[in-house]
């Protein structure tokens, strides 16, 4: 298990995610540890940034461009440090 973990490890850093994905986050719940996590979303695969696992199972996307165009058209810019502490919150919290 650990060696496909490393394995994932190569194909993710030789497979980077396109730039329009780079401000995308997951929310991952860790199977081996527990752990909830706010991690970079890959379409290959979620790490866990506790034990480096990658027994996880995807909660929810979080996608900051998306998250930045929602806020910029509501004119809300000043309600956004709730949505980003939403995120702050599960990664310090979980994990
Ligand atoms: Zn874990």
Redesign the pocket.
């Known amino acids: 298990m650990e060696t496909r973990f490393r394995n994932l490890d190569l194909l993710i850093q030789t497979q980077p995610m396109p730039v329009e994905f780079r401000n995308t986050k997951a929310v991952i719940l ?1 199977n ?2 527990s ?1 909830k996590c706010t991690v970079p979303y890959h379409w290959l695969a979620l790490k ?1 940034i ?2 480096l ?1 990658y027994n996880t199972v995807k909660l929810q996307i979080v996608d900051r461009n998306l998250e930045a165009m929602a806020a910029a058209s509501s004119g809300m810019q000043d309600s956004q440090p709730d949505a980003l502490g939403y995120g702050n919150d599960i990664g310090g919290g979980g994990c």
């Open positions: 860790c081996d540890c752990g866990c506790a034990c696992s």
